[in-house]
């Protein structure tokens, strides 16, 4: 494993969360839906910070950015962005989260003799699994109310 490629990968993976859930911001018009994406915001801000000084730690120079967020979804899922619904939103909510929790996991059993890395690793899934469930049940709530009308 390439510890410093790792990084960098990570660095744009959590970027691209933290601009997805940004660019979602001026379409919410629920006070409390915007609270929870506010402090979703904040937890990739964390993760983005992470692997940003840990990798001016190691000397090493932290990835451009081009092409925005639209090359990032085309980078990590693929696939172009539909997000002209809530139940859009939600769905590629989960499919991001799902992606970033299944490279932890992985990035987790290969860092494993970088116990501090390893660590920072677990509580960013941690709050990767928390964003996947909100996200999972918002999609329900959304689905069943569009069923009953
Ligand atoms: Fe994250
Ligand atoms: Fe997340």
Not at 10 to 39: G, P
Not at 48 to 59: N, R
Not at 130 to 140: E, M, P, R
Request: hydrophobic share 40%; with cysteine.
């Amino acid at each position: 494993m390439d510890l410093v490629l790792r990084l960098k990968e990570f660095y744009l993976l959590e970027m691209f969360q933290l601009t997805l859930y940004q660019s979602q911001m001026d379409s919410i018009q629920n006070q409390y839906i915007s609270h929870v994406y506010e402090r979703i915001i904040e937890l990739e801000k964390h993760h983005v910070d992470y692997f940003k000084s840990t990798l001016q730690e190691m000397g090493e120079d932290v990835p451009k950015i081009s092409g925005g967020l639209f090359a990032l979804a085309g980078h990590f899922m693929g696939e172009t962005l539909d997000l002209t619904s809530a139940e859009n939103r939600y769905k590629m909510g989960i499919a991001v989260e799902n992606k970033a929790i299944e490279m932890n996991r992985v990035f987790i059993m290969e860092a494993w003799k970088h116990p501090d890395i390893c660590k920072r690793l677990w509580h960013n899934m941690t709050d990767e699994e928390f964003h996947l469930l909100w996200f999972k049940d918002n999609l329900k709530h959304v689905t069943s109310l569009i069923q009953s009308t």
